[in-house]
């Protein structure tokens, strides 16, 4: 049954797809993005071109103040972005103290002032080795207390939860999206590093596929 949803849609190829699922499912989409400081701050460019072009609102809210609480990880200037695939160790760098939680909790705000009735997130499967706040588990808690945090219940929902890259791709592919339209690199240069985590981690889903990224690269493995 369609509803009036808000995705929080960073402008990456995960929230890009989440964001036209919902779209193509008939739901009522309010786009929300955050600027925490992240230094790949060029993905929230690409996500208000892709709201403007679609006719979607779309909030994005400056929580800079905030990283004195969410330092420490490297997509937020605490040292330099390491290469590599996911499962490595090295991406534990990373990791944006309580970011999801954080997150989670002020789209839960804005879901209750437009009345929405649910917030969307792209945590996915490829994610559960690294970062904690996109796992199962954490997603089902912070589902529970988002549902008794208000007089309004809020769910909680990650449609891709257990999916990979390869199957949010696939999805994607199906409904004919562009992906020249995201930015995935943590690094924010002009072009895609290509050797990041989440360049590699993208790459393989398009290779999987035989499907050529259309985003510029400084590197292809």
Known sequence: ?????????????DSFTLLHRALSEGHEVHALSFD?????????????DVCEQLGLP????????????????????GGDVPEGHYE????????????????????????????ADAVWFGAHGGDH??????????????????????YEPVRIEAPYIRASKTDILADGLAMGLDYSQTWTCYNGREKACGVCGSCVERLEAFAAHGVTDPLPYEARN
Not at 36 to 48: D, I, M, N, T
Not at 58 to 77: E, N
Not at 100 to 113: C, E, H, K, Q, R
Not at 129 to 150: L, S
């Open 36 to 48: 925490y400081g992240q230094r790949h701050v060029r993905e929230l460019k690409s996500a208000s």
């Open 129 to 150: 080795a690294i970062y904690p706040d996109c796992r199962p588990e954490f997603v089902e808690k912070m589902d529970a207390v988002c549902r008794i945090a208000n």
């Open 58 to 77: 779309h909030k994005v809210i400056d929580i800079r103040s905030m990283k004195a609480v969410m330092a420490g990880s490297a997509l937020t200037g």
């Open 1 to 13: 049954m369609p509803e009036r949803v808000v995705v929080i849609y960073s402008g990456g190829m």
């Open 88 to 115: 490595e160790a090295s991406m534990k760098s990373t990791v944006v103290p309580n970011r999801n939680m954080i997150l989670l909790s002020l789209a839960t705000g804005y879901a209750v002032t437009v009345e």
